[in-house]
C-alpha cells in the first residue's frame, strides 16, 4: 500500500484495527498464555531485578516477532524515538548497566519532549536497542504505512494498540519491589540531545 492511501486518517484507522485482529488472531496460544502468567511467573522467579526484566524482554521479543508481519515497523524508520519514552527507575537502571550509559546526576524537569529524539538514537537507530525500554517493545504500528507516525502527525488520532496486559503488571511488580513506580522520560534521566538544547 502507498502511502497516499493512507493520508486520509479513518483509512488508516481501519487498516490498524485489521491487521491488529488478523495478528490476534494468528498469534500462537503459547504465548498468548505466556503473557497471561508472566506475572505469576516472575514473582516466583529467583533472580534480581535485571534478570526478571530480561525475562521480559525476551517475552516481548517473541511477540514482536509475531506482530513484525502486520506492521508498518521496520528497521531505520526512526519517528516513534521522537515521541514521550517512558520508564521506570529499575528500566533506567538496567541502560545504564547493560548499555554503559550513565544517568543525570540531576534529572531534567518533567516537560513534553514529543518530537525531541531519543538521546539514545543514533543515525535512525536504536543505540541501546538490546536494553531499551518496555515502552518502546511494546508500541507497534498496525497501519500498513508510516505516514501517522510522524510526530507532527502522531497526535491526530488513535490508532489500534494491543494490550498486553499480562506484562504490564509484571513490570509495575518489579518495579514496585525495586525502587518505584514514578515514570520519567527517557531524555529527563538520561539528558537532551544537544541541538535540542536551549542555549
Known amino acids: 500500500m502507498s502511502i497516499e ?3 486520509n486518517i479513518a483509512t488508516a484507522q481501519d487498516n490498524a484495527r485489521r491487521s491488529a485482529a488478523s495478528m490476534l488472531a494468528s498469534l500462537p496460544a503459547r504465548l498468548q498464555k505466556d503473557e497471561d502468567r508472566i506475572a505469576a511467573q516472575l514473582q516466583r522467579h529467583k ?3 535485571f534478570a526478571k526484566i530480561t525475562v521480559l524482554h525476551d517475552l516481548l521479543n517473541a511477540f514482536g516477532a509475531a506482530m513484525a508481519p502486520f506492521t508498518a515497523c521496520k528497521a531505520g524508520c526512526d519517528a516513534c524515538c521522537h515521541y514521550n519514552v517512558s520508564l521506570f527507575p529499575i528500566e533506567a537502571r538496567y541502560i545504564e548497566h547493560f548499555a554503559g550509559h550513565k544517568q543525570r546526576g540531576d534529572p531534567l524537569p518533567a516537560q513534553d519532549f514529543h518530537g525531541q529524539p531519543c ?4 543515525e535512525g537507530r536504536c543505540g541501546i536497542y538490546n536494553a531499551r525500554p518496555i515502552s518502546c517493545r511494546l508500541h507497534v504500528a498496525f497501519t500498513k504505512t508510516a505516514y501517522w507516525c510522524s510526530p507532527a ?21 518489579v518495579a514496585s519491589a525495586s ?3 514514578a515514570h520519567t522520560d527517557i531524555r529527563q534521566v538520561f539528558g537532551v540531545p544537544a541541538r535540542w ?3
Open 5 to 7: 492511501e493512507e493520508v
Open 47 to 49: 533472580g534480581n531485578a
Open 119 to 122: 538521546p539514545f538514537l543514533k
Open 153 to 173: 502527525r502522531s497526535s491526530e488520532g488513535q490508532f489500534q494498540q494491543i494490550d498486553l496486559t499480562g506484562i504490564r503488571e509484571a513490570l509495575v511488580d
Open 179 to 181: 525502587g518505584g513506580v
Open 197 to 199: 538544547t536551549a542555549t
